[in-house]
């Protein structure tokens, strides 16, 4: 067993007996990690707030065989301004209940580590519309997994668009040839909005207009093509 | 993996708050090898807590009848009320000997990842007492931790309109503890608590 140093975001953490806590952080050059962190529940621990959900933290840690233990931690950045409002908060919880359903443990995915820094800066940064950043996050995350929706040509046989309909299963807008029964007609502002959810560049892109389905839509897309629900969803203020 | 009783004994207790595999163990062979009326006794205590026990229909603590001791206790200011998350925090602020007041348990924080919405916890029995005009203060009493001070900052969001006023514990570095360890979200809350002297 070794020690080693990683720098991850804190994505969540749960009770182990008395005074303990396993936390899973998802780390820059290891994937998922899950460990230990012993005391942190007293009011005296040596980690004192260091390891609370969306804090972006600098670990020394020690590799055990299922679970690694937390020696050392610095706070990189707290995103405090995250934790100090409801609507940044619930959009916050999304991106990390989003990448600890995608990272796999101990599988490095720098580009995931990222994406999810890039949308916890967004969230503290305190410009832009929680909501719409979330659904970017979890757009740009689908298409990190290789399920990038199809937002011009025919999803299914690449005719160029527009088309009308959008097919969550079929990976996108598919053409009247190719659509299927669970394609649904989209209105005028929805397709612009994924897209601005994509563009290259800082969260979030996205004009308002179209969101409210555009968003409906992000969710099911990401929940079909990750096939797990999305719980913190629901909860964000739109 | 053990056979029959033992193995259902291991289940149960695995399904205990805290408890893993390896503590459920630990437990059931420790019953196993106590003497049978220990073991009886244990049963029938949960039992007895399960039968006897209810919720204060005020405040939501656990109590022996329709109200708790708090809720009952006429000395107490029932214009000030502290929110905290469970029954067992009411016995840390009680240690205090601080408070005087009532207190509200929500059972719970808002945890979006948890699928825990403010709907699933008893807030809108707290904004009922509120209306009611029945509270000058609130105290709330959740954790400092993430969805704790969430779910403070959602229910000052909530009950400031309805003209009731609204405070939070403090939050800083512990008595007894060093500043040079303290992090630095709780020495910057400790900082903007501060006081005068
Ligand atoms: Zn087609
Ligand atoms: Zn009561």
Redesign the pocket.
Known sequence: MALYKEQGIVLRTMRLGEADRIVTLLTQGSGKVRAVAKGVRKTKSRFGGRLEPFTHVDLLLYRGRELDIVTQVEIITSHRAIREDYARFAAGEVVLEAADRVAQERERSVRLFMLALGALRALAGGDGDPAVIADGFLLRLASLAGFRPSLSACAACGRPGPHARFSISQGGLVCEKCRTGGAVRVGEGTVPYLAGLLQEGPLPGAPREGRREGSGLVRAYVEYHFDRPLRAWAHVPR | MFEGPVQDLIEALRRLPGIGQKSAQRLAFHLLKAPADEARALAESILAAKERVAI??????V?EGE??????DARRDPALVCVVEEPADIIAVERTQEFRG????LGGHISPIDGVGPDDLRIRELLARVERGELKEVIVATNPTVEGEATAIYLANLLKPLGARVTRIASGIPVGGDLEYADEVTLGRALEGRREI
């Open positions: 204060c229909r005020e405040c939501f603590n109590a109200r708790c001791r708090y809720c009952l009532r207190y509200h348990v």
